[in-house]
């Protein structure tokens, strides 16, 4: 069955610190998402891409979060200066059609320190 | 703004019984989808059922089904036979169906644990 990857699985940086999250969708996919999830709290919405640019974002993705498919292939979300607030579990998700629904990646997890 | 409640914060069930996890949603749309997902302690996201609001039949996965319940804004998962591998969190999503190419963003509950005592 098809999978979401996401690397790395545990990634540890200092406040401040850039860090770029990997994720590889499924091949035939149109949508991707980022979520994010702090430690014993609900999933929520960061942002969603289609067609090269971001359809839609939450109040969350301020100007430090950037996403980009910069391959075809591989989307990316980058935080350009890391706090300690962001540390939490980040999925990718992606999705063919809507009545379809999402396959999720399994997820990385950010401390920041 | 779509919001999505699980009142409850922590469920337990006996193994081979029968649990029922409720969720209410309040929405304005009349066309939208819902999910359960379940997330065990690997923190994977996991796609347990999912209903179409325009559809009346409740879905049905196996041991896992929905009771739909459109006019009360209800989507309430029953598990039956429950097994130890049925542990996790459980969450309840709402996606609409407004169309266009913003493809509709999930909102979570909080969440629910289920705990299987064998």
């Known amino acids: 069955e098809p999978e979401v990857t996401q690397t790395p699985s545990h990634q540890v940086t200092q406040m401040g610190q850039e860090v770029i999250l990997r994720c590889v969708p499924i091949?035939?996919?149109?949508?991707f998402y980022w979520y994010r999830q702090i430690l014993g709290q609900k999933v929520e919405f960061l942002v969603s891409?289609?067609?090269?640019?971001?359809?839609?974002k939450s109040e969350i993705f301020d100007d430090q979060f950037s996403v980009e498919r910069p391959d075809g292939s591989n989307f990316t979300l980058k935080i350009r200066s890391t706090k300690l607030e962001d540390s939490a579990m980040y999925f990718c998700?992606?999705?063919?059609?809507?009545?379809?629904?999402?396959?999720f990646g399994s997820g990385t997890r950010l401390t920041v320190v | 703004a779509q919001t999505v409640t699980q009142s409850q914060p922590e469920m337990s069930v006996q193994e081979a019984e029968t649990v029922t996890l409720s969720c209410t949603y309040d929405?304005?749309?009349?066309?939208?989808?819902l999910f359960w997902y379940k997330q065990p302690p690997s923190r994977q996201m996991i796609l347990v059922i999912r209903q179409e609001a325009y559809k009346q039949q409740n879905a049905t996965e196996n041991r896992f089904s929905v009771n739909f319940q459109k006019a009360a804004k209800s989507f309430s998962l029953k598990i039956s036979d429950s097994q130890l591998g049925d542990a996790a969190m459980y969450f309840c999503a709402y996606r609409g169906n407004a169309g266009g190419t913003s493809y509709g963003k999930l909102t979570f509950g909080q969440g629910t644990i289920l705990t299987v005592h064998p």
């Open positions: 929405t304005s749309e009349s066309d939208y989808y």
């Open positions: 091949s035939n996919h149109l949508y």
């Open positions: 998700a992606s999705a063919s059609r809507v009545k379809y629904g999402y396959t």
């Open positions: 891409f289609y067609n090269n640019e971001i359809s839609e």
